[in-house]
């Protein structure tokens, strides 16, 4: 009962405050995700120099930003690193990898996740960013020597002007998201209504389920298939298909 005082009079605290509370917990934060709009609450994605360690409201625009340590094999104690470096101004992408790489105690593994969930936006497109980050990786190391580490930095330099500044293939961007997030946040209002992407596929007594997101505008179904009708045109989680038909039922065709 007081639970549900709270949600219906004081929503936007109440929902920070649960979201912390299972922030370890994938599955329970998309389910709580999925009531927000209700309230007209809006959940900002992560963005370096805005968000810390927890989830945080601004009551002026009825916002809930989310907080790092919440994000898959992430933490409290890089969360406050980053944040605390993002006070810094850099003047390349490159300049804030050396910061990271010498202050922080964020690993190759957990700077990926965030690039390829746009945590760094501000410097250009995730696909972008990791091809400099891995070439970074490559060749700069905090145990390098002085003079090693400046001829290398100058490399990685040169070859961040040759990179394209394009995203990440969209698939890949939304199985990063599921992963680490435990939810997709990506929408593209260019793709066509008919136009999904296999989110989960499961097989039971012989026949199958399939979770479907359409991402030009976040919606998610499941349908039901006839293992008859798989086997003509099989496909598997991650890829992206059309909508011919959907019976009545929920079959796909």
Same mark, same amino acid.
Request: net charge neutral; glycine share 4%.
């Given at each position: 009962?007081?639970?549900?005082?709270?949600? =219906?009079?004081?929503?936007?605290?109440?929902?920070?405050?649960?979201?912390?509370?299972?922030?370890?917990?994938?599955?329970?934060?998309?389910? !709580?995700?999925?009531?927000?709009?209700?309230?007209? !609450?809006?959940?900002?994605?992560?963005?370096?120099?805005?968000?810390?360690?927890?989830?945080?409201? +601004?009551?002026?625009?009825?916002?809930?930003?989310?907080?790092? =340590?919440?994000?898959?094999?992430?933490? +409290?104690? !890089?969360?406050?690193?980053?944040?605390?470096?993002?006070?810094?101004?850099?003047?390349?992408?490159?300049?804030?990898?050396?910061?990271? #790489?010498?202050?922080?105690?964020?690993?190759?593994?957990?700077?990926?996740?965030?690039?390829?969930?746009?945590?760094?936006?501000?410097?250009?497109?995730?696909?972008?960013?990791? +091809?400099?980050?891995?070439?970074?990786?490559?060749?700069?190391?905090? #145990?390098?020597?002085? =003079?090693?580490?400046?001829?290398?930095?100058?490399?990685?330099?040169?070859?961040?002007?040759?990179?394209?500044?394009?995203?990440?293939?969209?698939?890949?961007?939304?199985?990063?998201?599921?992963?680490?997030?435990?939810? !997709?946040?990506?929408?593209?209002?260019?793709?066509?209504?008919?136009?999904?992407?296999?989110?989960?596929?499961?097989?039971?007594?012989?026949?199958?389920?399939?979770?479907?997101?359409?991402?030009? +505008?976040?919606?998610?179904?499941?349908?039901?298939?006839?293992?008859?009708?798989?086997?003509?045109?099989?496909?598997?989680?991650?890829?992206?298909?059309?909508?011919?038909?959907?019976?009545?039922?929920?079959?796909?065709?």
């Amino acid at each position: 009962l007081y639970g549900a005082y709270l949600k =219906a009079n004081y929503p936007l605290e109440y929902y920070t405050v649960i979201l912390n509370k299972y922030s370890d917990d994938t599955e329970k934060t998309r389910k !709580i995700r999925q009531e927000l709009p209700y309230f007209d !609450i809006k959940q900002a994605t992560i963005k370096f120099r805005f968000s810390q360690s927890g989830y945080s409201f +601004d009551k002026a625009t009825n916002t809930i930003y989310k907080g790092i =340590a919440s994000i898959k094999y992430l933490n +409290d104690k !890089i969360a406050e690193q980053l944040y605390e470096i993002g006070k810094n101004q850099y003047n390349s992408f490159v300049d804030l990898l050396v910061d990271i #790489t010498e202050n922080t105690s964020c690993n190759s593994k957990q700077i990926k996740i965030l690039i390829a969930l746009n945590f760094f936006k501000e410097f250009g497109e995730n696909q972008m960013l990791m +091809d400099v980050y891995e070439k970074f990786s490559d060749r700069y190391k905090k #145990t390098h020597k002085e =003079a090693t580490k400046l001829k290398r930095l100058e490399e990685v330099v040169e070859f961040a002007t040759t990179c394209e500044n394009k995203p990440m293939q969209l698939n890949l961007q939304i199985e990063n998201e599921l992963e680490y997030l435990g939810y !997709i946040e990506t929408k593209d209002e260019t793709i066509p209504t008919d136009y999904v992407m296999v989110t989960e596929l499961e097989n039971r007594f012989k026949n199958y389920t399939a979770t479907l997101y359409r991402v030009k +505008d976040g919606t998610t179904a499941k349908i039901k298939i006839k293992a008859k009708d798989y086997n003509e045109d099989k496909f598997g989680k991650g890829d992206m298909i059309k909508l011919i038909q959907v019976n009545m039922e929920g079959r796909w065709k």
